[in-house]
T-cell receptor, first 109, second 116 residues
Framework: TQLLEQSPQFLSIQEGENLTVYCNSS?????LQWYRQEPGEGPVLLVT?????EVKKLKRLTFQFGDARKDSSLHITAAQPGDTGLYLC?????????FGQGTILTVHP | EAQVTQNPRYLITVTGKKLTVTCSQN?????MSWYRQDPGLGLRQIYY???????DKGDVPEGYKVSRKEKRNFPLILESPSPNQTSLYFC???????????????FGSGTRLTVV
């Protein structure tokens, strides 16, 4: 089983601060996805990155895929209370999608 | 509206009583999968299906069965539920793979199962 480790597990910050969430593995993935999940709902896809070194931006969110395709990061600029939620990374390989344990982000007004 | 529909949303049952959680998608997706989500353990894949009549085990398949007789439906069957199967279950679908890269999932809203 390929493992994805996310850090930190919990993040509590004030509105306007910047933050970075990391997703690391010893395995190579053909693609990596980031999801956001709110309580009582299923995860919602934010982005898919497929090329080593790739950087994608989604408004205040910046996603990066490591050169070796073993790690990824999510950076949020000027966090807002609406960013609060569980952030999950997921790596695809061999017909399966493996999820990290997630990062619970709380942004206080 | 493109969606994955799971039923029921909540279910309380007793040990040993067979149950089925239904999952249906309207996006013509080839790939479907079941996950369970537990505190501290994250999302773990139970079974997945790359197409009709093609299913394969995920990381935690013990105690579960699936079938894929039609493209849109992928039910999860618990033949003899036990308390350790109490969990939050998600069905998900996608277009599968393109040149080895996996398309993103669309998830259902989840089924919270309690086995007493």
């Amino acid at each position: 089983t390929q493992l994805l480790e996310q850090s930190p597990q919990f993040l509590s910050i004030q509105e306007g601060e910047n933050l970075t969430v990391y997703c690391n593995s010893s395995s190579v993935f053909s693609s990596l996805q980031w999801y956001r999940q709110e309580p009582g709902e299923g995860p919602v896809l934010l982005v898919t990155v497929v090329t080593g070194g790739e950087v994608k931006k989604l408004k205040r969110l910046t996603f990066q895929f490591g050169d070796a395709r073993k790690d990824s990061s999510l950076h949020i600029t000027a966090a807002q209370p609406g960013d609060t939620g569980l952030y999950l990374c997921a790596g695809g390989a061999g017909g399966k999608l493996t999820f990290g344990q997630g990062t619970i982000l709380t942004v206080h007004p | 509206e493109a969606q994955v529909t799971q039923n029921p949303r909540y279910l309380i049952t007793v040990t040993g009583k067979k149950l089925t959680v239904t999952c249906s998608q309207n996006m013509n997706h080839e790939y479907m999968s079941w996950y369970r989500q537990d505190p501290g353990l994250g999302l773990r894949q139970i079974y997945y299906s790359m197409n009709v009549e093609v299913t394969d085990k995920g990381d935690v398949p013990e105690g579960y069965k699936v079938s894929r007789k039609e493209k849109r439906n992928f039910p999860l069957i618990l033949e003899s539920p036990s308390p350790n199967q109490t969990s939050l279950y998600f069905c998900a679908s996608s277009f599968g793979f393109n040149r080895g890269k996996m398309y993103g999932y669309t998830f259902g809203s989840g089924t919270r199962l309690t086995v007493v």
